[in-house]
């Protein structure tokens, strides 16, 4: 199988954590896996970029409209990054909104592609941890039961990368954006 | 086999990035030396040897370097005298370590010298793209160019065995994707890794394993050796790639990618050497070939004859023309000279693609229609994307500093620095930014030219203190020696920041976390004979606003330097100086901070006893002679901590809700002082802070009209920052 994901947000706030969790857990799943990280000049707050190769890739780099999946932690790197995205791919939009813009609308319809708008930082600051609204997103992202990531095979993977204090809180944040898929129509 | 053992049990394969894949092969290759200055991409190697070294208990000395040179000149020194050493750099590092590099390498080396030396095209991170590879080919020296991670901790190991064996210096050039990209690598214990050089024509990988560990053995057995490569010449095909490093990587990918994979053959390049150095190596080919000898005799037999086989070659590289000229024969290549690879810039996925597409569609390889669909695009244009131009962190040091250079002179001169305060760029108070320490000369040319014109023009440089041990000693002193006039503000936030953190020699630590002895700035400022110096707080916008009045005023007091006989009463004028500031009240109450981890100053966010320390040469052996000393430049040393590596004290936190309450949408607060957790929200028209960001350092009050602190600061410095005039 091949799998091309990229992972879209802002410095400083875990799109490194989320590859990273990403190509754990591909690996775990027996299958190859790399990651190429782009950040730059700023420390914080500027873009970042991750991108996930699953599979039998030589090089950790994609290209335009490659990405079958697009997790945007943010919405303007959304934006920034859906040229990556391929016919019938899918995005998951970390937003409090509840619609994009109706250009953008049309032309993912017309693409066949399925954004589902989730708002990440709301359940992370919900329970307590803003800066976790990257696990909130894995939890709905694992929710579509794309292989090889099932809901099972991510959490097992935040419970190996994250330590102590703070497992606790990300697994309820994982969790709670699982949930929030419950009663998405198909 | 790769196994993940539950419990943290040892595994023999782990995910790294490329820089510690290197080490990780520089380390089993059984290294006893490593020295580094750091440098994005490279600055991960010597941590990553650092890690390996504790892991398998090694007796490794790992050092971080002042500068390059340094770096090169100590691993230089163990491998004559028999150690197998390595230095790390960027690429525009190499540059600085060149003197002993050109004339070290006909040094009968006992041991074995290793330099990585990292490559940064686009740049990302750097002033300019640089090819270390053709200076690898200049000095005579075989150069590595990895393809990915894993065959990057490969070459590392092979190259210190080549190295030592042949008695030559050896580069490894990753590129910044090879140095950052992250994949399984498999760990061997020390002295046992097995490495073939993955030269030559590659076979295509068929099915995906769904066992990844059997891929990657699978994918050892099938190299094609070194010298044993020689393509099949029977199959002459139309169309071929020569590509190195990443863009090989990247190429394989496209050409599976276009359904192309078992039409177009394509030969990797891992290893370029000269005759110069090892003439006993089989891959030279002193033969007479090929249509330009000059060249060929420089192209490894293998390459030649895979040149040979096909009727077009497309060559792939980055960042400069080097394979390509080495192979000489310009009417069958498709690459740099004939336009069909850019000259510059990153060769992404995308711009690979379209190279591939271009050529194939020409040599009528196969038909590859085009996406020239821009629909994405066109649906984006109505869409507000929030701009993210790279800039300080909310709440960074740096940006006090440069708000008030900018308050105080808004039409002075800039000359600033390489680190993240190169950033102040866009707060218009970085006009120039050369190379590590330019920041110090460049001040000097322009006080000299300014001098000469008449035209007084207050100068302020600006660099970081990592960047002031690397290159920064010798230029000050050259400049105190001359007597240069403009005033050089060290931002000394205790670190070495654009780089992840790394401890500058101030601070005492070294690279595995023991102590050594510091060096602190304010020391050696004033060993250099600086006669004007303040150590201050950058928070304190105020006193550091007329600081820099009080240093210009400083300046303009010294007497030309053309009237020698004032000199006594210049001397007079000067102690007096001193005596004024070396009794402040606060000299003798702060000591400045030891080994113990970087502190700054005890401030208060409201009340901040500003001048952490006024110091000056009052005994310095200058005031007993009477020959004429007319200044100098004055130095001020802003030091807090980088907002990254030490947390604001609960005392310096502010409350700014009333920034977004009194907001009159006049957006100086975004445009003059560009924190980035200052959002201007398009509906409401006014500005929002960004909780998530805001770190509540309380800078931006300064710098809104609409606030007691930035309403202060009008009264006395006037509107802003804008310019009176254009320059
Ligand atoms: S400077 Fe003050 S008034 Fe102007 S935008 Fe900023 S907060 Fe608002
Ligand atoms: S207090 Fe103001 S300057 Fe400091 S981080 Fe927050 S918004 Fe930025």
Redesign the interface.
């Known amino acids: 199988m091949k799998l091309e994901i990229l992972c879209a947000g802002i410095g400083g706030r875990g799109v490194l954590l989320a590859s990273t969790i990403l190509i754990e857990a591909a690996i775990a799943a027996g299958l190859k896996a790399s990651a190429s990280d782009e950040y730059g000049m700023s420390q914080r707050g500027g873009s970042v970029v991750s991108l996930v190769k699953i599979g039998d890739f030589k090089s950790p780099l994609i290209g335009r409209e490659n990405a079958g999946i697009l997790l945007s932690f943010e919405e303007s790197e959304f934006y920034r990054n859906l040229t990556f995205l391929k016919r019938d791919g899918r995005v998951i939009v970390n937003t409090h909104k509840d619609a994009l813009p109706g250009e953008v609308e049309r032309l993912l319809k017309e693409r066949n592609i399925r954004a589902y708008l989730v708002d990440g930082d709301g359940i992370a600051k919900q329970k307590g941890m803003i800066k976790a609204s990257n696990i909130a997103i894995l939890g709905y992202f694992s929710s579509l039961r794309i292989a090889p990531y099932s809901y099972e095979n991510i959490k097992q993977t935040i419970v190996e990368k994250t330590k102590g204090k703070f497992l606790e809180k990300n697994l309820e944040i994982f969790e709670a954006g699982f949930r929030q898929a419950e009663g998405r129509d198909q | 086999m790769m196994e ?1 053992e539950k419990s943290g049990r040892k595994t023999d394969a782990e ?1 790294m990035i490329g820089n510690y894949a290197i080490a990780r092969g520089l380390v089993e290759a059984g290294i006893e030396l490593a020295a580094a200055y750091p440098g994005t991409p490279s600055s991960e190697i010597l941590p990553g040897i650092v890690e390996f070294k504790k892991r398998e208990k090694m007796n490794i000395h790992t050092e971080w370097s002042v500068n390059e040179r340094c770096a090169m000149e100590v691993a230089f020194g163990a491998a004559l005298s028999g150690h197998k050493a390595v230095c790390m750099m960027k690429q525009v590092g190499l540059n600085v370590a060149l003197p002993s590099f050109l004339h070290g390498r006909k040094k009968k080396m006992e041991g074995s010298l290793v330099i990585v030396s990292c490559d940064d095209p686009g740049p ?2 750097s002033q300019t793209e640089q090819d270390t590879r053709l200076l690898a080919l200049l000095f005579g020296i075989p150069v590595y160019d990895p ?3 894993a065959e990057a901790a490969d070459l590392a190991y092979y190259a210190v065995q080549y190295s030592f064996e042949h008695k030559v210096p050896v580069i490894i050039r990753p590129t910044h ?1 090879v140095s ?5 690598i498999p760990l061997y214990p020390i002295g046992g890794r097995k490495v073939t050089l993955q030269e030559g024509v590659q076979k295509q ?1 068929t099915a ?5 560990s059997a ?1 990657i053995i699978d994918n050892r057995s099938s190299i094609i050796d070194e010298t044993g490569s020689s393509p099949d010449a029977s199959r002459l095909t139309a169309f071929g790639v020569v590509a190195s490093g ?1 863009s ?3 190429a ?3 050409l599976a ?1 276009l359904g192309l994979a078992n039409t177009v053959p394509v030969y990797k390049v891992v290893q370029l050497s000269v005759p110069i150095i090892d003439n006993r190596s089989s891959i030279i080919d002193d033969r007479e070939t090929g249509s330009s000898p000059d060249a060929s005799r420089l192209t490894p037999h293998a390459l030649r004859s895979f040149i040979d086989s096909v009727d077009k070659v497309l060559v792939l590289e980055e960042t400069d023309i080097v394979i390509e000229a080495l192979t000489g024969d310009s009417k069958k290549i498709f690459g740099r000279r004939n336009g069909y690879v850019p000259g510059a810039g990153e060769l ?3 711009v690979i ?1 379209d190279i591939i597409a271009n050529v194939v569609n020409e040599t009528k390889t196969a038909k590859v229609e085009s ?1 020239s669909d821009r ?3 066109e ?5 507000h ?2 701009p ?1 131009p ?5 709440g960074c040091p740096h940006r006090a500093s440069f708000y008030a250079m900018r308050r105080a002179f808004p039409d002075a001169i800039f000359p600033g620095d390489i680190g ?1 305060y ?2 102040g760029i866009s707060m218009g108070a970085v006009d120039t930014c050369l190379d590590m320490g330019g920041s110090v000369n460049l001040a000097a040319g322009f006080s000299d030219a300014f001098v000469q014109d008449g035209n007084l023009v207050p100068i302020i440089a600006s660099i970081g203190d990592s960047t002031f041990f690397h290159a920064g000693l010798a230029a000050l002193y050259d400049a105190v020696k001359k007597q240069k006039g403009f005033i050089l503000v060290i931002m000394d936030n205790g670190t070495t ?2 780089t992840g953190m790394q401890p500058t020699p101030q601070t005492g630590i070294t690279v595995d976390g023991t102590y050594t002895r510091t060096a602190r700035i304010e020391d050696v400022v004033t060993g250099l004979g600086v006669e004007f110096l303040r150590i201050l707080d950058p928070y304190d916008i105020p006193v550091m606003i007329s600081t820099i009045r009080e240093a210009y005023t400083y300046l303009n007091n010294q007497p030309s330097a053309i009237s020698d006989q004032k000199s006594v009463s210049i001397i007079d004028n000067r102690s007096s100086i001193i005596d004024e500031t070396g009794s402040s009240p606060h000299a003798s109450s702060l000591t400045p901070n030891g080994p113990s981890g970087y502190e700054p100053s005890a401030s208060n966010a409201d009340n901040r006893s500003s001048i952490i320390e006024d110091r000056a040469t009052s005994d310095s052996p200058r005031t007993s002679h009477l020959v004429p000393s007319f200044g100098g430049p004055a130095v001020i040393i802003a030091r807090r901590g980088c907002i ?1 590596n030490s947390k604001l004290k609960p005392e310096d936190i502010c409350d700014v809700g009333s920034i977004e309450k009194n907001c009159i949408g006049c957006k100086k607060c975004i445009t003059e002082f560009e924190c ?2 200052l959002v201007f929200d398009e509906e409401t028209k006014r500005v929002v802070i960004d ?3 805001c770190v509540q350092c309380g800078m931006c009050l300064y710098a809104c009209p609409k606030q007691e602190k930035g309403k202060k600061l009008q009264k006395q410095y006037g509107k802003g920052t804008t310019k009176k005039k254009a320059k």
Not at chain 2, 390 to 394: V, W
């Open positions: 993940k995910v990302q991170s393809a990915s991670p994707r950052h990209a992250r994949e399984v990988q995906v394993s769904s066992q990844p891929s990443m090989y990587s990247i394989a990918d496209v990618e992404t996925y995308d693609r996406v629909a994405i695009e649906a984006l244009k109505g869409v994307v929030q993210r790279p800039k300080l962190c909310a993240c190169t950033l920041a654009m990254l980035p957790a909780d998530g960001l």
